[in-house]
């Protein structure tokens, strides 16, 4: 896992360099971003977490699509791939990003429910939005998916940041 820290490590720097010569200003702020590891970590897992949501989307509205009514595909998609995103995100962000250590299970139960109730909020937002884009407007469900998990992952970062996660 190192080596390939290491890697992705060189490469990032590589390309910074590289926006370096277009912009000094530019490098300077890609640095200080790269070279935060909480926010950089948080953005991988974001990554990663919005991977499994969509693919699990994916999964959910494609091969299985047919077993479900057309006009609850998407709320069920949404759904399924939320909940399974939520479980992972969950894990990934207390393990690798935050790195927070729970004294008791009830502490550890306190955060879990704490990172739920956040992720709830987040979840009726995508909800919303994709209900507003793909059955109201008709945009096509996947791009409006990706779109709507930027908005996601930046109001999880918030709320990870100052809600659940905290530093004592």
Known sequence: MKTIWKWIDALARAV???????????????LKIWNNTELVSYLFAGVATTLVNYVVYFIVTRPFGSL????????????????????FGYVVNKVFVFHT???????????MMSFIAMRLVS???ELVLMFLTVDVLGMHDLVM?????????????????????KKK
């Not at 006009?71 to 939320?82: D, F, I, Q």
């Not at 250590?101 to 955060?111: D, G, I, M, V, Y």
């Not at 998916?145 to 996660?165: D, R, T």
């Open 68 to 87: 479900i009514a057309p006009e609850m595909l998407t709320s069920v998609g949404t759904s399924v791939a939320w909940l399974v995103a939520v479980l």
């Open 16 to 30: 910074i360099a590289l926006i370096g010569k277009v912009s000094p200003k530019l490098e300077k702020l890609c």
């Open 145 to 165: 998916k990706l779109l709507i998990n930027i908005l996601v992952i930046i109001a999880n970062y918030v709320f990870s940041k100052l809600f659940i996660f």
């Open 101 to 111: 250590k729970s004294e008791t299970a009830a502490a550890l139960l306190k955060e």
């Open 123 to 125: 979840f009726g937002m």
